[in-house]
């Protein structure tokens, strides 16, 4: 009879839930042969429940292979809503029919994954290009466009050119054929590839101002408004990455400037950047 230990190994090459090899098994009056049935067939459960739901977000790919379109961008960016710090966009061609397991938006894959499935798209991508607008330019044009400029950015720097593009609820003008999707990043792989590149790289030069700039959590908070950001607002004052045009930073910087009109100015709450 063999042991646990050599049915388990049998198992592990087993990618059918109909091998016959489990009704064979079925009879093993052993506990721990049962358990290991169970679990391989669960084990095999997932893998095809995954790759339905990346044969799923290849959806508009294939759509686009049909017509004979091979290099397709999916570009999305990251940082829209903080208070701190660029706005960081993506662009990345996958090979056709390129199934990373486990990407997907990057909001739904766990923090402690995010490195991991960085590493894949960038094992497998064909290109990838980077934007970045800098809280100055947000300033100075609005969030949207900033975004705009960003994957205008990011697209520009891909090599080979994209014949299409797959954006996460954004138009471009581009002289380049595009689909604007809702929710992209939980749709398209190509749009969750770009997704991923976009928040490492953007949490990584959180983590280096956080170095520059300490007391601010933006490490943790990647620059959004959390009570350890406002905090650090309150007592540190207004960094030269900060958006002076969102709120509450665009009030501290106008109270700041009555006080010293007023000539009750105590210092300190504008870190180390001019009016």
Do not use: W
């Not at 706005?87 to 994954?113: F, T, Y």
């Amino acid at each position: 009879m063999a042991t646990i230990k050599e049915i388990k190994e049998r198992l592990a090459v087993i990618d059918d839930l109909n091998n016959p090899i489990f009704a064979a098994l079925v009879e093993d009056p052993r506990v721990g042969v049962q358990k290991e049935i169970t679990k391989r067939k669960q084990a095999i459960q997932a893998e095809l429940e995954e790759d339905f739901r990346l044969e799923t977000m290849l959806r508009y790919e294939k759509e686009l292979y049909s017509q004979g379109k091979t290099l397709i961008a999916g570009v999305d960016e990251v940082g829209r809503g903080p208070l701190a710090g660029p706005v960081i966009a993506a662009a990345v061609i996958l090979p056709n029919n390129c199934k990373i397991r486990g990407l997907n938006d990057s909001k739904k894959i766990p923090k402690k994954k995010h490195r991991e499935m960085f590493q894949a798209v960038q094992d497998q991508a064909l290109a990838i290009g980077i934007g970045i607008m800098d809280n100055h330019v947000i300033d100075q044009v609005n969030i949207y466009e900033a975004t705009k400029l960003a994957m205008q950015e990011a697209i520009a720097q891909l090599t080979p050119q994209p014949e299409h593009l797959l954006i996460d609820a954004m138009k471009l003008d581009l002289p380049i054929s595009q689909t604007s999707i809702i929710k992209g990043d939980a749709n398209s792989l190509s749009i969750a590839a770009a997704s991923i590149v976009a928040k490492v790289i953007r949490d990584d030069l959180m983590a280096e101002y956080d170095q520059q700039f300490p007391g601010y959590d933006f490490t943790k908070n990647a620059g959004y408004g959390t009570a350890k950001h406002l905090e650090g607002l309150d007592r540190y004052g207004v960094t030269p990455i900060h958006r002076k045009t969102f709120e509450p930073i665009k009030s501290l910087i106008v109270d700041e400037k009555d006080r010293k009109m007023e000539g009750n100015y105590y210092g300190g709450t504008v870190r180390n950047t001019p009016f």
